[in-house]
């Protein structure tokens, strides 16, 4: 069973907009990762944040973990056409140990 | 970044044969490699971690002499499907850590087509 649920499953915004994502997870973890994954492709590692993390940013992207409420969010902000892509959260730790559980993803359109 | 590579990028085959995919780490040892499978428009399914000079580890429900896969160096894992049918058509996609950084790098996966 998948451990990450996200939300929302689709987005579609104009390009400049700013991109929310977020993913919830169930059991404890060690760290929480986002990934891209264009269509038909592989994924892409953006960013990881571990457990005693509570924000990070890489670039455009601003990632925050609340552990208490087993949450993680995703903001692209800015965003461009070249962003369209499914973004997919993932964790490890807990009962899977270090292998990574992907959550349902989210398919972001970036309209130009 | 380190580079994993995988083909056949895509493969069509008759029901009943076997197909091979290979999936390699091109700049780093890979101990361990994942295999995952994705239908359209859903996440990824861990099928199998592959590690190097032993057996496999299957997820429940995975059917092992189904899916084959082999780890016989520590740059290559390969994943054969086995007398394929058409509900094995699906993406099938790799990834190797980079000797416990804690972050995956993938191939670029393979679609799968059994006619």
């Known amino acids: 069973s998948q451990q990450g649920e996200e939300d929302p499953q689709a987005l579609s915004i104009q390009e400049g907009e700013n991109a929310t994502m977020n993913c919830s997870y169930k059991t404890s973890i060690n760290n929480l990762q986002w990934y891209r994954q264009n269509s038909g492709r592989g994924l892409v590692h953006l960013i990881l944040i571990r457990s005693n993390e509570r924000e990070k940013h890489s670039g455009r992207l601003r990632v925050t973990l609340d552990t208490s409420k087993k949450s993680s969010s995703l903001l692209i902000t800015a965003s461009r056409a070249a962003d369209t892509a499914s973004y997919f959260c993932a964790t490890d730790g807990g009962a899977a140990g270090n292998k990574l559980t992907f959550g349902g993803g989210t398919r972001v359109l970036v309209k130009p | 970044g380190a580079v994993v590579s995988q083909h056949p990028s895509w493969v069509i085959c008759k029901s009943g044969t076997s197909v091979k995919i290979e999936c390699r780490s091109l700049?780093?040892?890979?101990?361990?490699m994942f295999w995952y499978r994705q239908f359209p428009k859903q996440s990824l399914m861990l099928m199998a971690t592959s590690n190097e000079g032993s057996k496999a580890t299957y997820e429940q429900g995975v059917e092992k002499d189904k899916f084959l896969i082999n780890h016989a160096s520590l740059t290559l894992s390969t994943l054969t499907v086995t007398s394929a049918h058409p509900e094995d058509s699906s993406f099938y996609i790799c990834?190797?850590?980079?000797?416990?950084?804690?972050?995956?790098?993938f191939g670029s996966g393979t679609q799968l087509s059994v006619l």
């Open positions: 990834s190797a850590d980079d000797r416990g950084v804690g972050k995956l790098f």
């Open positions: 700049d780093f040892q890979a101990t361990t």
